[in-house]
């Protein structure tokens, strides 16, 4: 009796000296491969040295799992972390930023400059829908003075950005931050842009352009962004499905 | 060093006034500048060059615009009284709610069925049941958004609580109906009546003239396409 007593006090100790394995974290993004904001995401994730199982959604057919994740908006991108759904790309890359504070931050500390960078990646926010949906349909869909006016416009969009951006590394100034994460998915847009609309990005913004080259040697931006050629390849087929050629 | 805080604001802008709630809210002391939207102020294009909008918040001379983003930094400037929540999950749902409630719930009432009519008004009726519907789940077990007490998504959606009736007056229909929405209504009535909240709403008077003008005007201009 005594003697196992003392066993089971001694086994008691012993599991009490155990260290607890935290459960490890479970990160599930439902994404669409071409999508500006699911990349925003991406992007962080990889900042933040984070593993996660990625699920390709087919937006003209999309999972129940992104319904019932996202049954507001039914959009990508969506991350799900041990269960819960976070949805708006800004958000999640906020969220991300918050929870895993310690490693690579990308909103600053001080309240006036973190203002700053939601102030402008909100107005990257504003200026995504334009820039694809309204100005890339033209410039890609269309012809003769639509096409153009497509085109101009969205060059001084891409003006606007570069005076923005003025001779700082980064939108954010010396570091890769928030802002950065917001825009930089359009770079890899530029390629088709470009051959659709006839025009260099490089000529018309030298600044910007130099910005997309220095952001994509970040391993966490050149490993989230879509091909640009494969983005090139995508919109040929939308064009085909439209009837365009 | 004293603080030097302005506010650019409109007497009716709903996005100002969740800037007067949260600096009131805090017990933040600030001098208030209106603006005449038709004739803005040198400060204002100054201070707002992007968006040329109010509501703007200048700290010591460094000016903050958007309303979202202004409360975010009310709330990390002057840590008494939090808006928003400290865990980040929880956060990142107020902020979501906060920003569906511009993107999606304001924009299908008051672009949708106050500023339409007919067929259009129709649809965008039911388009905004359905936004309705969301926050109505979102209120489940809660007094406020924010819980117990008033927080960010309060004060994001709080132009709910007054705007509501003055559109339905205007436009003559009802859009948040008790029946269909029990705590939506309640939470509007709670919030209304709020202390801060109950001190700061625009004169009804006034907001009732300015919006049926606005009707007027808009709803002549779509039919003279």
């Known amino acids: 009796m005594l003697k196992n007593s003392f066993l089971c006090s001694s086994s008691r100790v012993s599991i009490a000296s155990l260290t607890v394995v935290a459960m490890a974290d479970e990160i599930i993004l439902l994404d669409f491969w071409a999508s500006h904001f699911g990349m925003r995401v991406r992007i962080a994730l990889a900042e933040k040295g984070l593993k996660y199982e990625y699920r390709e959604e087919n937006l003209w057919n999309k999972s129940r799992l992104l319904l019932e994740m996202n049954p507001v908006h039914k959009k990508v991108p969506v991350l799900i972390h041990n269960g819960k759904p976070i949805c708006e790309s800004l958000m999640i890359v906020q969220y991300i930023d918050e929870v895993w504070k310690d490693k690579s931050p990308l909103l600053p500390s001080d309240p006036y400059q973190r203002a700053q960078a939601r102030f402008w990646a909100d107005y990257v926010d504003k200026k995504v829908p334009q820039l694809y949906h309204e100005l890339g349909k033209k410039i890609w869909y269309t012809k003769g003075e639509e096409h153009e006016a497509g085109k101009k416009e969205f060059i001084e969009c891409l003006k606007f950005f570069e005076g923005e951006l003025g001779e700082k590394p980064y939108f954010g100034g010396e570091n890769f931050g928030f802002e950065d994460v917001a825009l930089v998915p359009l770079s890899c847009w530029f390629y088709t842009y470009e051959s659709f609309g006839n025009f260099s990005v490089e000529d018309e913004c030298p600044n910007l352009m130099a910005w997309a080259k220095r952001c994509g040697q970040k391993e966490s931006v050149s490993s989230s962004l879509a091909d640009p050629h494969k983005v090139h390849g995508f919109v040929m087929e939308m064009r085909k499905r439209l009837g365009i050629d | ?225």
């Not at chain 2, 709803?219 to 396409?225: E, Q, W």
């Open chain 2, 1 to 225: 060093m004293a603080e030097e805080l302005k506010l650019f604001r409109t007497w009716s802008s709903v996005f100002a006034l969740r800037i007067v709630w949260a600096l009131k809210i805090k017990g933040v002391e600030y001098e208030t500048i209106f603006e005449d939207l038709s004739n803005k102020s040198p400060s204002l294009l100054q201070y707002n060059p992007v968006h040329k909008k109010v509501p703007v918040l200048v700290h010591n001379g460094k000016p903050i615009a958007e309303s979202l983003v202004i409360l975010e930094y009310i709330d990390e400037t002057w840590r008494e009284t939090p808006l928003l929540p400290e865990d980040p999950y929880e956060r990142a749902m107020a902020r979501f709610w906060a920003k569906f409630g511009d993107d999606k719930v304001l924009t299908s009432i008051f672009w949708g069925v106050f500023l339409k009519e007919g067929k259009e008004q129709e649809e965008a009726m039911v388009e905004a049941m359905e936004h309705l519907q969301f926050l109505e789940d979102e209120l489940k077990g809660k007094t406020f958004f924010g819980g117990e007490r008033i927080g960010f998504v309060d004060l994001a959606l709080g132009w709910l609580a007054n705007m509501i009736s003055i559109f339905e007056e205007v436009a003559g229909l009802k859009m948040v109906d008790e029946d269909k929405f029990p705590l939506l209504a309640a939470w509007m009535q709670e919030f209304a009546d709020s202390p801060i909240i109950k001190d700061n709403w625009p004169p009804r008077d006034k907001l009732i003239a300015k919006f049926q003008a606005l009707r007027d005007a808009k709803l002549a201009a779509a039919a003279s396409k």
